[in-house]
């Protein structure tokens, strides 16, 4: 194979597999044993013929240099995959003061499900408004939020769901 070839061969093929490791460790975390271990299958195999054809040609750094770029690269590109894929939920919490506007009433008009409990706060009186999200919605519904209510304090979590049903009594 040219050498040119080969090296973007050796990028490329590392790209993609650490971008799939980027996204394998969300889905761990997420909770989606199966996906994540199917993606751990293909990277690793990837991983091998890859690491396969920089040993093989050790005596010119170029390889290493393509690998370790590949490896900069796909960090790069999964972190823009798992971004665009947006697994998983968020928790939305709204804090603002009580005589300020609330942004329960948006929220619920769009469907969301709202929870609100009042607080003391630094400065007085405070709604806390609490929102679980799908995460990909939560540029949106910030966007909700600023046009409804600029005093509010917004914090945004990733939340992991959990089934009550396997948890023995």
């Known amino acids: 194979m040219d050498v040119t070839l080969d090296l973007l061969f050796i990028f490329l093929l590392r790209l993609i597999s650490v971008g799939m490791s980027t996204v394998r460790i969300v889905l761990l975390g997420r909770g989606r044993r199966g ?3 199917l993606l751990g299958f293909f990277e690793s195999l990837i991983w091998v013929f890859v690491v396969a ?3 093989d040609g050790l005596d010119d750094p170029l390889r290493m240099v393509a690998f370790a770029a590949g490896f ?5 590109a999964g972190s823009i995959v798992e971004e665009w894929l947006a697994l998983g939920q968020s928790m939305v919490r709204v804090i603002a003061p009580v005589e300020s506007t609330p942004v329960a009433g948006v929220l619920r008009k769009k469907g969301i499900g709202v929870t609100v409990i009042n607080g003391d706060g630094r400065d007085g009186e405070v709604r806390v408004t609490f929102c679980v999200v799908p ?3 939560v540029a949106a519904i910030l966007r909700l939020i ?3 209510n600029l005093e ?3 914090t945004v ?3 992991t769901s959990v089934d009550l049903t396997h948890i023995k009594s």
Do not use: I, S
């Open 35 to 37: 996906p994540a271990a």
């Open 53 to 55: 054809r920089v040993l």
């Open 72 to 76: 900069a690269a796909g960090t790069y």
């Open 135 to 137: 995460r990909k919605d």
């Open 146 to 148: 600023r046009e409804t």
């Open 152 to 154: 509010a304090y917004v």
């Open 157 to 159: 979590d990733q939340t």
